[in-house]
């Protein structure tokens, strides 16, 4: 610690996690007396990757301010189709699928502990948590990176040069229907326009998506359709990523929580209404009360 940080923790008394007031008391008494004692002791609080004072906190809350066993997975649409694709080959290892599920095909959540690395006899794994990202933002992701600024997509970025930027910030152009065997992968020149005919929501695309394509197909110099394909799921996945970034930062932003600890948007907005009203709910005991309030229960949308 710096002596800024020192200065800093001496000074505050307000824990930097939950915010509220840090009343240190000195542990003398019963049990129960103890166990408050403990729980309002002032602590320093460190990142715990880079090691760096974040803030006093309270003893209860740096337990629990934790790195978490699991790494999150986002997919748009998971529960529907995507997760078809893959969730028999997580069945190849040892450990259990857990699965959350909506009903018997589609999943809310599915987790799988693999193996990270083995020391002697101790194998250390790690919990791949999928999730899908549309039960945040239902909407299609060409919508929400129209919603996104040219500088906010700093993944596409990364991996893509900036005069072919905008090429791939939207929405790309795919026959799905046209590619249906491993031996169109070789075609080496882009389907004719007819080709990206879409029997499911039977249309044609237009003549600019069709110009798109083969702006994106030149540009990148692409020599096959499996090049091609490539390039689609490569652009989805890095948009994808920055679309939730950005959702990310604004939960951050305005809750102060982080949406990758959720499953879906309901269980993140009434943790941030409990947050931000600062209540405490009290058990309901009554079993007549908690059947009024099931009965009054009513799904939608609520808007205030």
């Known amino acids: 610690m710096t002596e800024e940080d020192e200065n800093h923790f001496r000074s505050i008394n307000i824990c930097h996690i939950c915010e509220k007031e840090i009343v240190e ?3 003398i008494g019963e049990d129960e007396e103890e166990i408050v004692a403990i729980t309002e002791t002032k602590v320093r609080d460190y990142d715990h990757l880079t090691g760096k004072y974040r803030g006093p ?32 080959s997580l069945g190849k290892y040892e450990e259990n699928i857990e699965v959350i599920p909506c009903t018997e095909e589609k999943y809310l959540s599915f987790s799988q502990a693999v193996p990270v690395f083995t020391e002697g006899d101790k194998t250390t794994k790690i919990k791949l ?5 549309f039960r945040f933002m239902p909407s299609s992701l060409d919508a929400l990176s129209k919603n996104l600024k040219r500088e906010q997509f700093s993944e596409v970025s990364k991996f893509i040069p900036d005069e072919k930027l905008d090429l791939l910030i939207r929405k790309g152009v795919y026959p799905y229907d046209y ?16 080709a990206f005919y879409s029997e499911l929501n039977e249309c044609d695309i237009s003549d600019e998506d069709y ?24 652009s989805d996945v890095l948009i ?26 309901p269980g993140l907005s009434w943790d941030a209404m409990l947050k931000l009203a600062k209540v405490r709910l009290e058990q309901l005991v009554d079993y007549d009360m908690i059947l009024m309030l099931e009965k009054g229960v009513r799904c939608g949308v609520s808007q205030c």
Not at 74 to 84: E, K, M, P, V
Not at 220 to 227: C, D
Not at 241 to 261: G, N, Q
Request: contains cysteine; aromatic residues 16%; positive net charge.
């Open 179 to 194: 590619k249906n065997s491993w031996d169109k992968c070789i075609e080496t020149s882009l389907p004719p326009k007819e």
């Open 240 to 265: 994808l990523a920055d679309v939730f970034e950005k959702f990310r930062d604004v939960c951050l932003k305005a809750y102060k929580l982080h949406p990758a600890w959720y499953f879906t948007t």
């Open 211 to 234: 110009k798109h394509a083969q702006n994106v197909w030149g540009q990148f110099g692409i020599k096959s359709m499996g090049e091609y394909s490539d390039l689609y799921v490569k």
């Open 25 to 27: 008391e000195e542990i």
């Open 129 to 133: 948590r999928f999730l899908d990202s």
């Open 57 to 88: 906190a309270h003893i209860y809350c740096n337990l629990k301010y934790k790195l978490p066993n699991f790494i999150p997975i986002f997919r748009h649409n998971l529960s529907g189709y995507d997760a078809h694709l893959f969730i028999r």
